[in-house]
Each structure stands twice: as C-alpha cells, then as structure tokens.
C-alpha cells in the first residue's frame, strides 16, 4: 500500500510498523494530488509478497525509505515471473525512480532488468542473486549455501553415527537449491554417513511439507533427521513428526520467529538464520548512499549462521534478526 | 430394512463400480509391491490417509451439491485460508477459547457462502465469475489482516480437531464420518435433495414443479461455505497455525475429486458415493507415490495417467454395459 | 386482500388478461370462462397465444393485466405455488421432466412423500407405478426419464398432472406425440374427470378430437379471442376458417403414385435394442407412411439407418448399392436426411436465433471463402419462414421464445432447404395448426411429384392414411405389415399394430 | 458493404454493451484519476498493456471455443512450460536456430492438444478430466526435462517473438491481432465456426444434422493447443528463457477473461469480442491497480469486486433489455 506522496512523512515513518494499515493509505491515495514535491519513489517487487520472510524484508525497506519522506511502491508477482515483468513494466509506467528487485527467477528477470535499464532506473538486487548481477548497483543477500551448509554441520556433530534422514526440498526456488546443496556438502565434509531414504518437492509450503512428510514418515520411521528447504517447510515437517509420534532432529532455514520460538521444547533443531531485516535495511541504506553519490560495494554477503535451542535467547523469538 | 440396505449397497457398488475397480486396483498394487507392502496397509498409514484428506472431503461433499446443481464454487481455497486464520487469531490475539475461534471460522466460511448464494440464487452472474470474486475477495481479506504472517497457535485444544484422537480414530476422521453421513441424508433422504439433482437436471421442470429454485441454491452455497469453513479449522488445526496461503488450489482437488467420482460438470446426476471414491482415489495416489518413493516431479506425470485411467475403466465398462 | 366476488357460476374467469413480449404482444384482453364439468378447447393458429394464456394461469409468466377468478373468488397468480393451490394444475406443451429422475420422482417432484428429512422413496415408487399402471402404459416408475421415449415422457406428464387431483385441468396439446391407444386412455380419464367436476382446458390442433371430448370451443388469433362456440354447434369449417381468418379448401394435397426405381432397401435392420429384425424398401418419388403404437421402435429404426446407433446391424442399400452408414455424416453424404421426432433433443439450438437454427444444415450455400454472405442466409431463412407461414418477429428472435409449433415449422424448413433425395419425417406435424399442416402435406406431394423419397413415421392415422403410397406398420420392433394406399384403412393399420393387444383381448 | 460492417460493429456492441461500459468506466477513471492521469492513457502503457496480456488473448481465442463446445482446458497452463521450455531447449541445447524452436514449441502445443482431442471427441471422458491429466502430465514432464531448472537463451532472436518491435508496435501485439483475426475467421466466417456453436448449443441436433462432432472437438482442442504453444513461445521469449514454472494458473486467467466476456459455462453461446473485453478488462484492472499504487493485498479484494461489478452491469442490462 503506497500513497502517492508522503505529505506528512516525518510524523509517521519513524515506528517501525511495517504493516501499516494500508486501507487507510488507499483513503490517502484517493485523496491526494500527484506526486507534487519531488518525493522519491521507489519500485519493490520479490518473489512472493506473501511470504513471511519477505513481509518482514519489505517492511524494512519501507521503514527506511519513509523516514527519508520517499515512497516505497510494491508489487506481488506470487512466485510467477510473467507477472513479474508485466508489474515491472507496470511500475516504470509508473514512473519510479529506483528500484529494489528480488526475482522470481534468476533469468527470467533480466527483461524487467532491460527495461529498468532503459528506463534508467538504478536497480538494487536483494536476497536472490539475478541472471546477470552486472544490471545491478548494488546487492545484498544471504548466503544460502552457507545457511544450509550450517545446519548440516550441526546434524554431523549432534549425531555423529549418521543414519537415515529425509530431505524437503524444491528444485524450482533457486535459493532453496543453494541451501540443501550447502546441507549436502557439509554432511559430506563431515564424514559421516547419512543416507538420504526420502525426498520430495514440498514447494516452501507449509502445508504441503505437512502432508508429504507424513506419508514420508509413514514409509522410513527410522529417520534421524529432516532437513527442510526453508522455515515453513520445516514446520510442516515438525507437524507432521509430532501426528506419527517420533522426534528426529528437524532443520529448517530461514531463522523465522516461529521457529525460533519452537527450538527449545520441539523436534525442531535448528535454523540456518538469515536476516531479511538486516538485508531489507542494508540494501535499502546502501541505495541512499549511492544516491547520495558515494561509492558502494557491488555486492554486500549478509551473514547466515546457525540459531539453535543453545543461542536462540540471543535473537529473540519475537520478530527476525 | 435389511434388504433394503443390501440393495443400497448393490446399486451403491453397481453405479461406482469403475472407479471402486481403479481404486481397488491401486490399493492392491500397493500392498503387494515390495516398497509399499510393510507400510502401506498399515492402519496407521490408512489412517493418515483418511486424515489428510479430510478436508477435502468436506470441500467435496459441498462440491458434489453446487456441481450437481450445475454450478461451480472456486472460493472454497480461499476460506480455508481465511476462516483458519480467523481460528487462530481469536485463540491468540482475542484471547477467546479455542472452540470460539473454531465456531467463528466455520461461522466466517458460512459468511463467504452466504456473498455467494445471495448473488448466486437472486441474479443470473454465473457462479463462476461469483465465486471467482470470492474466492479473490477472502484472498485479499486474509492477506490484509494477517499481512501474510502466519498466526502460531499451539495449544492443545487448538490442536486437537487436526490431529486429536478419540479413541484411536483421529478426530479429523471422525468429522469426515459425520459431515458424509450428514451429505448423504441431505442428498438421499430429504426434499432438498431431490430437489437439488431436479434443479440442477432442469431448472425449468423444478420451477414448474413449484421448488423454491433460489431457495436451492442459497442452502447449497451456503453448506459450502460452512464446510470450507470446517475445512480451514482442521487444516489450521494441523499446521497448529492460521496460513494465510494455506488452501491454495484446494478448489481444484475438490473439484477433480468429484469429476472423478462420476458426477458430470453438466449438472444434474452425481453421487456422493462417487465422491468419496474420487477422494480416497487421490487420497491413495498421493500417498502411494510418495511412500514408493516417486520423484516428485514423476508424480505429475503418474497422477495424470492414473486419473485418466481410472475414468477410462469407467468409461469403458459404461460403453459394455451399454450406458 | 380484496375478494372481488363475481357470481356467474363459472370455474374459472379470465378478465381482460394482457401480455406482451419483447416485440410481440402474445394476449391483448382476453377474457375465458371454464365451467366445472367441460372440456373447453383452446384453438388458434401456432403463436395464437394460447400457451401463453395457460402459462399466465399457471404462474409462470405475469400478465400486464388481467384478473383470474376461481369460483367468483378472485385470485393472484404470482406463481407457480399459488396457481397449485388454487387448483390448477397444467401438463404443458413442452415436456418439462428431469432426465436424470426416475419416473416416480418426476411425478413427485416438489410434494415427496414422507417427512422433510425423510422422503419416503418406496411409497413414492409405489403410488406411482400405481398411477401408470391405470394407463397401462408399461412404464416402470424407476427408470430414468432419460431412458423413455417422447411418447412415454408425454403421458408421464399426464399422469403427473392428473394425480394432483385439481378442479382445473390443463391439458397444453398432450396428444402431439401419442398414438390412439394412449389417447383413448386419456380421453377416459378425462370423461371420468368431467364427472366429479374438474374442469378441463384442452389445446389441440387435431380438429377431429374437438367433437370426441371438448364441450365449448375458444379460438383465439393473434393473442385475442374471436369467440365461444359450443361443439355440436358448429364446424371443423367454421372453426377453421374462424382461425385462420379464411377457409381451407383441400386439406390434403396427395397425388399418389406407384413410385420409381428402388431408392433406398434397408435388410434385417436391428439395433440389438428394441429393433429386432426390419426390412423395407423405398421407391424414388414415394411417401412411404410407417405406422404402429407407441414405442413400436419406428423412431428406433430410422435413427439405426440414419447412423445414430452404434452397434446396429442390417444391410442398407442406396441406388442399388451397398453403403455403410456410420454416423449420420455419411447419411448426410448418400443423400438421406432426417428430421427428428423430438425437437428440443435432437433439434433445436434453443439459444441460437431462428437464422441459425434455419440454416445450420447448408452453410455452404452462403459461407464460401472465408466470406459470409448474410443477404443470402437472410434470404433463405426467410423463404421458409414464408413458406411455412412462421410466426417469428424477425430472424433475430431466439428460438425459444418461439411457439411450439412455430419452432416444429423451423425445424421442417431446416431440413427442406437440404433437398436430399431421401427425407425421413418423424412425426413432421407435431403441434403444427391445421394451416400449416395442409401446407406441409402439399409441400410433400410436390417433392415427391419432383422425385423426392419420403419416409414419414406418425403417429396420427388420418395422416398416414392420406399421405402414404404404402404403409409399414411395426409391432414391438419388427414389420407386422406392408400395406399398398389402396388397402390401407384405419382397421387394416390396427390390426398389425396391436397384434397381441388383439389376440389376448 | 459499408453499411454490412456497420451492421457488424452495432451488433458487436449491442451485444457487449455491459461489459463494454464497465471497460470504458474503468479506462475513464484510470485517465482523470490525479495518480495515473498521466501514465495511462500513453501509448507506451497501452501498448504495455497489450503486451502482457497477449498470451492470454490466446489462450483465451481457444478456450472460447472449448467452453462453447460446453468444454473446457485446463492443460493450457502447463502447455506454457513446456513448450517454452523447448523452444529454449531447442535453441540452446540443441543449438537450432530460434525459429526452429518456436515452430518446435508451438508444435508440443499441438501435441498435448491431440492428445486432449483424441480423449475428449473418442470417449465420453470429461473434458475436466482429461485436460487435468494432461495438464499433470505436461507439468511433469517439463518438470522432469529441465530438472525444475530454467534454460536461459538471451540471443536476439529468441527475444524477438516476446520483446520485438515491428515499426512502433511490439510483435506480440502483432501477434495478438493476428491470432484475433484468424479466431474471429474461424468463429465468424466458417462453417467450422457454425457447428460450433451447434455442438455446444446441443451435441445431440447436431448429430442430426449431420455434423460430424468428433471432427469439430478434435480441430477445437488441437487450436487451443496449439495457441497455448505460441503463448509458451511469447513467454518465453519475454522471460528470455524457458522457465519450468511458466504458465501456472494461466488457464483460470483465460477462462475468467471468457465468462467476464459473456460466453456461458453451459455452453453454445458466446462470442470472441466478448472475449477480447474480458481479457481487456482484466488486463485493464491489473494494470491500473499497479499504476495506482494500490497493495498487493488490497488488489485482489478489488480484483474480486470489479469483476463482479462488470458482469453485474451486465446482467442489470440484461435485465433491462428484457433478455
Ligand atoms: N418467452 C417468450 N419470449 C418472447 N416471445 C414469446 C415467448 N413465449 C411466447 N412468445 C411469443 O408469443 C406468441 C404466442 O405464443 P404461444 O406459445 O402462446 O403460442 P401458441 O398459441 O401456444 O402456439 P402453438 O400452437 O404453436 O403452441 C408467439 O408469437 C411467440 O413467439
Ligand atoms: N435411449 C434409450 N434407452 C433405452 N430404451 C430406449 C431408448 N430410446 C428408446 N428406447 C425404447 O425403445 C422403444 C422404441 O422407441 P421408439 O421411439 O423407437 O418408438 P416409436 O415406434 O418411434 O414410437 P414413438 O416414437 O411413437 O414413441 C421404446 O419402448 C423405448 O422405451
Ligand atoms: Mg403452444
Ligand atoms: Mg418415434
């Protein structure tokens, strides 16, 4: 929910309500004046708005972009990237000035990038690497390799006779392949052996994960473990070892609040954590600065580590890190 | 009456016989091959089976009535997102008893079913395009007031319509029991029944015949609505949290379930029967795939082949019986 | 309420009914009276309005204007629920059953037996094989309608109609499709009716069943009424000529003839259903009439040689030649067209125009290289709306809103525009006004005087008697006999048709 | 002559009238609305607005055919993927020139619809059915071809189809019109067309009157195939690569544009401009909506309201027309 300009954006850009009410912003789009005083107005789109990890990502963006009196302007392309070149297209019709892109697909994004660039609108990457990172300021994401590749090493130290585990994961979303192929190497640098009895695409979906864990559970009891593509996966799977009554070590990335709060009294182990605040926040502050006409860095790692039951109170299980 | 429910039974096997083939054929398969024959008929995997399909029984059972009334319900997804959120929100940020919140979900899926009768019964805006609205208005509803987040609620009672027992019959499959039951006498026993498959056969002699046509359509929609209402307590109740995305799609598989258990998109004949089979057939199809270890991606390619196969042995045995 | 009270003694009161649809103006003040104890015929020309006067009583349509009275009593029709409780009850033009029902559920529709959470089925199969089996139809109260044939639907109707037990009775052209057995059936019941007092509307087109059962005749032209006469007062000329506003000379138009060359020899035809074994041949330039009782499979066997019945068997010969007739695609392709017994099934595009409708079978004619050429199709469409006297407001009009028998004479010119060198009719005259019909008969005559072959299957003797150069008459799916014109008599049809019936009696 | 097209073009909006005013209402606001006043109307956003919604327009040529047949398409989605994904991989892995490649995938098209064609007009298997497992099928193979992974191809021809330019107009508008044209061709000055309609008016008088119905529903499916090909090859020519997950949802978009445009789920009525209003209108809103700023959230509740609204002016006007 974008208005068109931000009259009074002193007064009410400073809490950190990132979900702000937005039928109240559609009552100020209808009762405004177009763009007037030369607000900047950015473009946002990731791949699914819905989300969790990209609502708390966003509303950081948002958080930073308002106290500068800018407007944020999002699009929801839900996992489809047809959709999310047409809203692209649809944004610089628009007329932004900026814009914060996060694919759907590493490739298919690149005809939107061509027309940002066309459009000479500056583009600043976050979370998910695009095709051709040169069309790009600036980038800042996690490294997903790493957050997964942390949960393995976890895996082999807790359980360092190996056995049988099953994995969720999902060909189709980019980072969930980085993540379990980082699980698969650290269990392979380990040394120990773990034998994967079970895959299955559970496509980040929660309830999904529930039902395909189930019937996974069902065939191979015996598993140790359970490592999941992301956090909402990964509670499904917990959900569905609680309903078969057994308790292998669950992983899942992501390090959402839900999550966290579960590591201590539940199957649930670990998270490969990743900071969508300090990401949204990062890059978000990154695109002033260039703006601003400083140099920046082309591409900014966040840090993924490992949230556990041991330094979950670290974090907090109230919102991300 | 012992005869009589004998007969029930032969026409009940008689009218279903394809499909109860495919599904005997598939269950069969499965406890003889090698992979699947230690886990598959274990009553702990048949009961699984039956809970994760639950819900989309009850989504079914109100499909059968809107489809054999020639009409289509597409927002039964979006409830299920919609009305288990509501669940959960008034567990948790309201406070309320968990049995509150579950009332008030089916209550909200019933409202959802309501937008869709009124329009439905009163104007002549196909279903299709009503519940497309729907189902695009409880999306955005749920999306607005969760802001997409998920709302965690792990408490017992909250649990317990999902994954609960009584006995050793989990608590979803004991509603499954009694939602059927209920379907069934409202198709086989009552007026309202009949007059469902005679609106839906030919509105014009159901008029004529002095039914209350809107009346009809109003109930159906409405009974919809309360069982994807019911639906998204359950399912929330298993992922022990309100999803906002949760239920996505599920109008289809209802959708597919009753198309494959013989009732004709063109309205007027179907039976729940039918039905049940279509859900258990893609019920076991699921499970069978995933408990044989089929890539996941190969699991598109089979379910097509196995459903198309299994309407094709209805088909063919319709041809020699001379349908 | 206000009970306006008129005391004349009469039933049923129709004061000054006004109805207009879109660009017609169906019933302008109409008035009609329907004493308890009479059959009262409705008669006028197709698209009189006298379906819509019915339906107006019935509450299916809402007049502009106009009041009913029943016994004196003045009522508000608003719809069909009102119309049934006060008394009336209507076996309309179109068959309205639910396919998929069975036969008891369709008679029970909206009044099942038992409670409202528990319908009683049993009773509800029992009461109503009861009610069939007075019309010794053998229809078995569990079968789908779907299953039976337009005769069967038909008297299912009446039966339906008449065990709602009410004082008025409305019977919208029930014998269109039923053979005499069936309508001596109704014709009884009817009698016994009048007794206990019900009133009876009666609409036909068949002038010679007036004198059997009606007492009082109203006709009615262009949606008003020119005037109440009692039956054994008065003329089929008179009434006629009272319809159509001019006399009718020579009914029908029949010069026969001995025929040409074989057309067409259909061998040990069968459809392992109800077609058990029939043969017969077909000369160039010949009406050939195909008589029998209902369900005698008449319509059975055309739709077999027509290519509709996957699985039948028989040889079917054109011009001497040997053909296999898959579909009616390859009918179609040696020459042979049919025209069904059971327009809204099998004929009518109900939302499409009446253009559509009338050209869809020679698209060629005006649809050439991409191009469309409307004039032409306006052209054709409107000769057969002229040569068939079709009541329409314009070309435009769904087919639909059109009246019964106007929509049946669509149907014909559809098939005339084809000009095949075989034409099956199945019951061509269904619900077609006395005009029209004299029209048909001479549009028969003259393409079988230009060498057209004509099979026409129908139920209505005097019809068969007049039109055929031979006659097959069939029995319970065989050929009971084959009949030159010079020996056909209405006696030498029955007895091969109700061979059994005959004997056992 | 001149007077026959304007014939033509009274009845057209005679006929669309409803939906033809909901259009303008919208484009109205879109064009004095402060906020987008000065982005809609260009022709940049128009032609934008075309752009992406030309692969609908095809799906939805041929889905109005099928619906009017009293059919329906589910695979088209799925068909989007998978030929998208060949035309790349014929480009890319097999090094063939471009062109080779959209004729390839435009074919596979062609291919998933001979295979609904062959079920649909040989048995009496619902076309939900078989679209369902074909749609499965087809998913599953892109699936397990690419191993859920996109085959990038950025060379100037493969870009073309989707991001072209001939003169000023991009190629998929061009495409568009053509694809349009023809349809209309098929549907208006055929007798193709004709039967159709009859087929879908009533399966049974059209057996009767000797059109041969397999034939039609063959030619039928195997067109939406083979549209539902090239909206693959324009996808992904946009996308700049074949993209496994392209296409999901696509078939509810068409069949949503086709019901917004007036053609009845039962069957034998309905018209192609119609049609072209719905996939305008949907276009319309979803661009709108963006240009307006409105949340993604929000969006759908609005999505799900204007689309009731236009098809209720619609049906208001139906009413008051007396229909
Ligand atoms: N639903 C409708 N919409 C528009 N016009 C209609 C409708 N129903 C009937 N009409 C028109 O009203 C007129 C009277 O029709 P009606 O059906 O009452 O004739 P009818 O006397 O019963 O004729 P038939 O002997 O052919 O049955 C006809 O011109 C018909 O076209
Ligand atoms: N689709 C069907 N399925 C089963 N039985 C049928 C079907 N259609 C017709 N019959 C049966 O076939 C018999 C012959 O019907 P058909 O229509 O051929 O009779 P007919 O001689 O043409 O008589 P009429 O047309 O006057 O009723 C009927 O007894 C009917 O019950
Ligand atoms: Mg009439
Ligand atoms: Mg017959």
Redesign the pocket.
Known sequence: AVPATAPAPAADSAPAETEEAAPAEEAGDTAEAPAAEGGKVFGYTCMDGTNPFFVALEGSIREVVESHGDTLVSVDPLNDSNTQIDQVEDLISRGIDYMFVNPVDADGIIPALDMLKEAGIPMFGFDTQVGDMSYLVSYAGSDNFNAGYVCGEDLAKKIPEGGDILILDSPTMQSVVDRIEGFEKAIEDSGVKFNVVGRQDAVGNLQVAQEKCTDLLTAHPDVVAIMGGNDPTALGCLAAAEAAGVSPLIYGVDGSPDVKALLKDSALEGTGAQSPMTIGKTIAETAYAWIDGQDVEAFIPIETFLITADNVDEYGTDGWQ | MGSKIQKGVVSYFKHNLGIIIALIVMCLFLIVFPTTRSTFATSKNIFNILRQNSSNLFLATGMTMVIILGGIELSVGSVIALSGCVAAFCAVNLGLPEIVGFLAAVLVGGIVGLFNAFFISNTDIPPFIVTLASMNIAKGIVLVFTQGVPIRCMTDAFKYPGTGYVGVIPVPVILMLIVFVLASIIMNRTKLGRHIYAVGGNTQAAKFSGINVKKVKFIVYVYTGLMAGLAGVVVASRLYSGQPTAGDGAEMDAIAAVVVGGTSMSGGSGTLGGTLIGVLIIGVLNNGLNLLGVDSNWQFVVKGLVILLAVYIDWIRGIKAGK | MVNIVSDTGYLLEMKGVN?I????K??SDVNFELKAGEVHA?L????????????VLGGI?QAESGEIFINGQRVNIDGVGAARDAGISIVH?ELVLVPYMTVAENIFLGREPGTRFNVNRTKMSEDAQRLLDAYDMNIDADSLVERLTIAQRQMVEIVKAISFEAKILVL??PTSSISDKEVNFLFDTMRNLIKQGVGIIY?S?KMSELAEICDRVTV?RD?LTVGTKVVKETTTDELISLMVGRELTNYYTRDFSEGGEVVMKCDHISDGKMVKDVSFELKKGEIVGFAGLVGAGRSETMKAVFGLTPGSKGDIYVKGRRVEIKSPVDALRYGIALVPESRKDEGLYGVQSVRFNSTIEVLEEFIKNLRVDIAKEEEITQRYIDKMAT???SQE??I?????????KVMIGRWLATNPEILILDEPTR???VGAKAEIYSIMNELARNGMSIIMISSELPEIINMSDRVYVMYEGNVTGCLDHKDVTQESIMQRAALNEQTRQ
């Open positions: 109805k649809f879109p660009g017609v169906a019933l409705l006028g020309e197709n698209g009189a309005g006298k379906s819509t006067l019915i339906k349509y033009q919208d052209e609409i087109h009615m949606g009541k329409t407001p009009q769904k639909s809103n059109l009246s019964g028998g106007n929509q049946q619900g077609v006004d």
